[in-house]
């Protein structure tokens, strides 16, 4: 097979994955759609029982009550449909892989999967319920908090995104030490600043209040040991090899 019958075999696979992995969010898409109001309603959940009484969401927008609940049902289909997407993508780089390979990527796949979810559920639990109070209990007096529910979609969603993509520091060090990119002694070294940048991170990614970027520094460098830990058992130190002209000099008589 010439090299451009193999580079569009490779295209035609591609496609044929990404159109499953489309599919896959659209199918969940189409069963989550008649539950879109009550999704939205469910991420609102921790904004409206800290708002003061008699404060609601309002819609600056004429469709955004319509839009807004389709948005967020679109996003969380994604999010449901990750093992699949992962699947697919699996799929396609398998088998240009080794064993060996093979035997690291398929559980760090998981436990990205696993990882993402938690970053989100941490997010809801924990954080909205502590940075929502923070902020409607420092409204300046005469101030009435109504959020707009498209302002406050994109705010959650980027949170979502954020504390999601910052649990994968575990997989992104295990992948450093596994290549030999670095050492957890060397990342052992690097702690101090791990630490400062953590937080620096977590001022970026949140909300510019002390509690939600705490709250994210925090698990950040938890992750942080806990990848190194866990590096630890995946990183391979590069053994001197023997000099080549040394051993052929010793066969020699």
């Excluded at 927008?61 to 999010?79: E, G, I």
């Excluded at 449901?80 to 398998?94: E, K, S, T």
């Excluded at 007096?141 to 649990?167: C, P, Q, R, W």
Aim: charged share 15%.
């Amino acid at each position: 097979m010439s090299d451009s019958q193999s580079l569009f075999s490779h295209l035609v696979e591609l496609r044929s994955r990404l159109l499953k992995a489309l599919l896959a969010v659209m199918l969940v898409f189409l069963c989550l759609a008649y539950f879109a109001q009550d999704l939205y309603h469910w991420l609102a959940t921790p904004l409206l029982r800290v708002m003061p009484t008699g404060a609601q969401m309002i819609a600056t927008d004429v469709a955004s009550p319509f839009f807004a609940p389709f948005k967020l049902t679109l996003v969380f289909s994604f999010f449901v449909a990750i093992p699949v997407v992962l699947y697919q993508i699996w799929g396609f780089v398998a088998p240009g892989l080794y064993r060996n390979e093979k035997r690291l990527i398929a559980p760090l796949l998981f436990s990205s999967t696993l990882l993402f979810y938690a970053g989100i559920a941490f997010a809801y639990f924990v954080v909205f319920p502590l940075a929502f109070a923070f902020f409607t209990s420092v409204a300046p007096e005469g101030v009435t908090i109504s959020t707009d529910i498209n302002s406050y979609l994109d705010f959650v969603l980027k949170l979502f995104f954020a504390f999601g993509l910052s649990f994968q520091i575990p997989i992104a060090i295990v992948l450093m030490c596994w290549t030999g990119v670095t050492s957890p002694a060397q990342l052992r070294e690097k702690r101090p600043y791990v630490v400062v940048g953590v937080f620096v991170i977590g001022m970026l990614l949140t909300p510019p209040d002390v509690i939600s970027q705490t709250l994210l520094a925090v698990p950040m460098w938890l992750l942080f040991e806990l990848g190194v830990l866990v590096g630890g058992l995946y990183y391979r130190p590069e053994e001197d090899e023997p000099d080549q002209d040394s051993s052929e000099n010793q066969d020699t008589p």
